[in-house]
């Protein structure tokens, strides 16, 4: 018997009873999605755990393509205060009189010794941007924190991240990035400071013939211009193609290797907080897995490979991660 047709006590039990069914599927409801929400939350907090890794479509300071632009910017720069300093140099000549006479103000003289230490100092700039770029291809899989965290540390460095690129470097490039280095942090920016074995004024003439020298700023110039040549290589060869491959271990550890693309051979690793608590944060349990076939082909290029620990503590990557690079 349908609804319509029946007496007005069954018709009460039936909307009691679609009532009550009602309330049971909202209770049911209620129930799968206060689940949800609690699966949710425990997505969110095991996503919080995983670290930002460093892909091509990374941006700013974690992708390459963004620091070879500003170092781009930096060496025009330089080579553009350079070339205002010859002309100017050229007026100084035409200023002196017959008697050797100056006949012009302190302007003058400032812009005589000021711009060619500024085209050093953007120079030096301008190389460690084509440096660091290379060091953000070298991470690529690597947890944006662990980029964040070296970067720092290499600060400076040019010749430590000159061999941490690959890139072929003779003697005289070396003493060269030292020159550069120098310039970046001293030479180029604050007086001379006055030793005891040297002094002040052959301090000061030996500065200004490096920053003066013609044959000393084109060839720093030709060595930029080789890195920078050389990190546009990377991962970007068709006759060197570059394989990088990541495993995740766990909820929050990982392992990324990379073989090609102009770079040495390189194994990043962080433990997984299960690994630690199960006494297997060391290098022979990543060999286990290696030669067990879980992590593929890094059994193969295990004795060639250098091998690096995003070992940053938790409590702060989330700091590191949103500060910027010095």
């Not at 030669?291 to 060639?304: A, V």
């Amino acid at each position: 018997m349908n609804a319509e047709g029946a007496n007005p006590h069954q018709r009460l039990d039936a909307q009691h009873e679609s009532a009550t069914l009602l309330r049971r599927m909202a209770v049911a409801e209620d129930g799968e999605w206060g689940m949800s929400k609690e699966s949710n939350k425990d997505s969110k907090l095991k996503t919080a755990l995983r670290p930002q890794m460093l892909t091509s479509k990374s941006e700013g300071q974690f992708n390459s393509r963004d620091w070879i632009k500003e170092g781009n910017h930096l060496f025009a720069s330089s080579k553009a205060t350079r070339a205002v300093w010859v002309v100017k140099r050229r007026k100084l000549k035409r200023s002196l009189n017959a008697m050797g006479n100056w006949t012009h103000g302190t302007g003058m003289w400032a812009d005589l010794e000021g711009l060619p230490k500024a085209s050093m100092l953007l120079l030096g700039y301008s190389v460690e941007m084509f440096l660091k770029a290379g060091l953000a291809k070298a991470y690529q899989g690597c947890s944006e924190q662990m980029f964040d965290r070296d970067v720092r540390q290499f600060s400076h460095d040019f010749k430590k991240l000159a061999k941490e690129v690959a890139f072929d470097s003779s003697e005289r490039d070396r003493m060269d990035l030292g020159i550069l280095q120098k310039m970046v942090l001293f030479n180029a920016r604050y007086p001379i400071k006055p030793r005891e074995s040297i002094t002040a004024i052959r301090q000061q003439a030996e500065r200004m013939h490096q920053v003066w020298s013609k044959a000393e700023f084109t060839r720093m110039r030709q060595m930029v211009l080789r890195i920078r040549a050389h990190v546009s290589r990377i991962d970007m060869d068709s006759f060197n193609p570059s394989s990088v491959a990541s495993i995740k271990l766990d909820d929050d550890g990982y392992v990324t290797y990379r073989t090609g693309g102009h770079l040495p051979p390189r194994v990043t690793f962080k433990y997984s907080t299960s690994q630690r608590h199960a006494g297997e944060d060391n290098v022979d349990a990543l060999r286990n897995l290696a030669r067990d076939g879980q992590l593929l082909l890094l059994d193969h290029i295990w004795e060639q490979a250098t091998f690096h620990e995003d070992n940053l503590p938790a409590e702060r990557q989330s700091l590191a991660g949103s500060s910027e690079t010095s």
